[in-house]
């Protein structure tokens, strides 16, 4: 038995295919096209490890997407590929739709065919995850109860549209074909192999090489936080036990404003690696112009993963926090080889310069 996990270099993708592994021996098969979101060095402590094996490539490569499941026969696909920043969809949609809407229909073409041509008990116990995103419920007011499952889906970015559009197809696809379906919409995940695009990684890096903090706005938008792990163990509870067909709201109850996060980081920095001159890194906070279409709030109700699998996250936010930072600080040459580009080279040494 194996599972197919596609995007399994990047932030999220990474950490479940490391705690996949920790936790048991059943291989995985890794499908990653390795944009500038992918790196392979968070995956070096499986270097030489046979139960994982990385593949390079597209899930909008029907082909290759088909000659994988052929020949590895994995129980399970998990799907994390996706262009997953909204400030570059803004700049350029373009990809997103390619990957997140294309990618994801030629995905689950392969995966149909794949599982269509299964014999029983493989064919019934096979499972499809497709993980998303709060963000394709658009924003919400102050006072707004929080998201539940049933949340109109009204995306309000390039990104959040395009995942929206696969959460569809993913949909469709059970309720048309009878594919065997599960798809979780999760909130901010924060935690260690973050990319410094994303606003907590990057205000660690920026505090500690004295760069600004850049908060859009008022810095009062909020965002509900779950550790990285925790998003993890949720998925593969839902593999394990999820309804076919269902979808489930992963989160961390853990609303904070923007400035909360830049507060709680900035002062964690002070204890555990203070600035040489002894000011507090709030100073290097900045204003800068909105994100436009930015949406006020997010906050997840992820009642129904408690209520039906028993799924709570193990880390508050405080925990959680603090072992990132803590992270971060103790893997400064991670920090230093994504900042100088020094991950992409394994690229180039493999493919060539085009590549
Ligand atoms: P990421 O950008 O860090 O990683 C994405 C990975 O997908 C990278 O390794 C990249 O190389 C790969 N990839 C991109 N296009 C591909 C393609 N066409 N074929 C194969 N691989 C491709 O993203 P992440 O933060 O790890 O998010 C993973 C998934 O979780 C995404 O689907 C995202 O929408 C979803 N999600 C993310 C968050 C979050 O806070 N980061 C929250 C909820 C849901
Ligand atoms: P981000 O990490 O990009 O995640 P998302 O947009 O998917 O929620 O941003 C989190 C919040 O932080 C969001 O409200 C935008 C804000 N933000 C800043 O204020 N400054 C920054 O430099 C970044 C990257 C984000």
Not at 120 to 128: G, I, T, V
Request: aromatic fraction near 10%.
């Amino acid at each position: 038995m194996s599972i197919l996990v596609t995007g399994g270099a990047g932030f999220i993708g990474s950490n479940f295919v490391l705690d996949w592994l920790g936790a048991c021996d059943e291989p995985v098969i890794n499908l990653d096209k390795l944009t500038y979101a992918g790196n392979l060095e968070n995956l070096a402590s499986l270097h030489g490890d046979s139960r994982h094996l990385f593949v390079h490539g597209d899930i909008g490569d029907f082909a290759q997407v088909a000659r994988l499941l052929a020949e590895h026969q994995p129980r399970a696909v998990i799907n994390f590929a996706a262009e997953s920043h909204v400030d570059r969809s803004i700049h350029g949609p373009g990809e997103f739709i390619a990957t997140n809407i294309v990618g994801s229909f030629q995905l689950l073409e392969a995966v149909r065919a794949y599982w269509g041509a299964l014999a029983e008990p493989a064919k019934a116990a096979f499972r499809l995850l497709h993980v998303s995103t709060d963000e394709v419920y658009g924003s919400l007011g102050k006072d707004d109860a929080a998201f539940t499952e049933q949340h109109r889906v009204e995306p309000n970015s390039p990104y959040s549209a395009s995942k929206a559009a696969s959460d569809h197809l993913v949909r469709a696809y059970h309720h048309t074909y009878g594919l065997p379906v599960l798809t979780t919409n999760c909130s901010n995940n924060y935690g260690p192999y973050h990319f410094p695009e994303k606003l907590i990684p990057l205000l660690i890096v920026n505090c500690l090489a004295g760069k600004p903090l850049p908060v859009y706005g008022d810095g009062q938008q909020v965002r509900d936080w779950l550790y990285v792990k925790d998003h993890c163990s949720a998925i593969r509870r839902v593999l394990a036990a999820g309804r076919v067909g269902e979808t489930y709201n992963v989160g961390g109850w853990n609303e904070k404003t923007n400035l909360e996060i830049v507060d709680t980081v900035c002062a964690l920095l002070d204890e555990l690696q203070p600035r040489a001159d002894g000011v507090p890194y709030r100073a290097q906070i900045t204003y800068v112009t909105d994100r436009p279409g930015h949406d006020r709030r997010y906050a997840i109700d992820a009642h129904k993963l408690e209520r039906e699998l028993g799924w709570r996250p193990a880390e508050t936010f405080e925990t959680g926090i603090r072992k990132t930072v803590a992270w971060y600080l103790a893997n400064q040459p991670w920090v230093a080889n994504v900042l100088s580009g020094g991950y992409r080279e394994w690229l180039a040494k493999q493919y060539g310069e085009t590549a």
